[in-house]
């Protein structure tokens, strides 16, 4: 019984210590202090003809759920910092990823 809590316990110690994840799509390094708003990104985006249903910080990118200019339902992500878009996919098929 001892070692089932110990064990237990251990493994508890573990999840707590591990930070969130990002999904692993994509991963942008840049300064925090360099990045130009997730609200400018998604003003950008409307006037580019996207419709934005969430968007969030995903990787040290922002990743945007929406409508394309081409109506596909996407999930896109950006750099923070020039906003390109470096991947864009829907139900897991790759529309465009940038080299």
Not at 15 to 32: D, L, R, S
Not at 59 to 78: I, K, M, S
Request: some cysteine.
């Amino acid at each position: 019984m001892r070692i089932l809590l110990l064990t237990a316990a251990a493994a508890l110690s573990a999840a707590i210590a591990t930070p969130a994840a990002a999904t692993g799509k994509m991963t942008c390094n840049a300064p925090q202090k360099s990045w130009k708003t997730l609200g400018s990104l998604e003003s950008k985006l409307k006037k580019d003809g996207w419709e934005v249903r969430k968007s969030k910080v995903d990787g040290g990118c922002y990743e945007v759920y929406g409508t394309d200019p081409q109506g596909r339902r996407v999930e896109a992500y950006f750099h923070p910092v020039s906003f390109k878009m470096l991947l864009s996919s829907r139900r897991g098929e790759v529309l465009y990823k940038a080299n």
